[in-house]
């Protein structure tokens, strides 16, 4: 039985990182990929206190998919994997406040800050979403807990999106927070 870990580079983030490396951006364009890094290192480092097995690593243009080994871990043991990347964010910028202030440190802990915002959100595939899943399992059937994050994750989404839209017509070129909305919704509601 291979033990090693697999780690793998779609094309869509190698194509993704060529155009940021030959386009005129700044290092500082890259901190909020390595605190989104960062972040997913914290799941990783959760998930092997919890004696679960990573069979691969996906990297992706904006995170990490995390292959894992079916386990018998619990629900709180699973609570504790949710928020570790979170927990890694709030100790980054803990780290980086007591650290000389420059640019690259106040958009570092900026970045973590958003990553802390958008990874919260009741979400079904983002960490408070699965968060919110774990909890309602320890109360609700899978049926019921499924039913009701799917609910709440249309909410947000469609509450983010509309946020996305006055962003946009407000701005009349910001469509981040849009894309970002599509996204979500696509991989939610159209598997």
């Known amino acids: ?101 420059n640019i690259y440190t106040e958009f570092f802990i900026m970045s973590n800050y958003l990553l802390i915002f958008v990874n919260i959100l009741p979400i079904k595939t983002l960490d408070g979403g699965q968060l919110l899943e774990k909890i309602l399992l320890l109360k609700y059937d899978i ?12 909410i947000c989404i469609l509450l983010l999106g509309s946020t996305a839209i006055w962003l946009l017509l407000s701005s009349s070129y910001n469509f981040t927070l849009l894309i970002m909305c599509m996204y979500l919704f696509c991989g939610i509601f159209l598997k």
């Open 1 to 101: 039985m291979d033990n090693k870990l697999k780690i793998k580079i779609g094309l869509p983030t190698f194509i993704f990182f060529a155009v940021l490396l030959t386009s005129n951006v700044k290092i500082l364009s890259f901190l909020p990929f390595f605190a989104a890094l960062l972040h997913e290192f914290g799941h990783i480092f959760a998930m092997k206190l919890c004696g679960e097995k990573i069979l691969a690593v996906k990297i992706l243009p904006f995170g990490i998919d995390i292959k894992k080994a079916p386990s018998l871990t619990s629900y709180k043991a699973d609570i504790f994997v949710c928020i570790a990347g979170i927990l890694t964010n709030i100790l980054l910028i803990l780290l980086c406040s007591a650290m000389p202030k």
């Open 143 to 154: 049926q019921a807990a499924e039913k009701m994050l799917g609910i709440t994750s249309f």
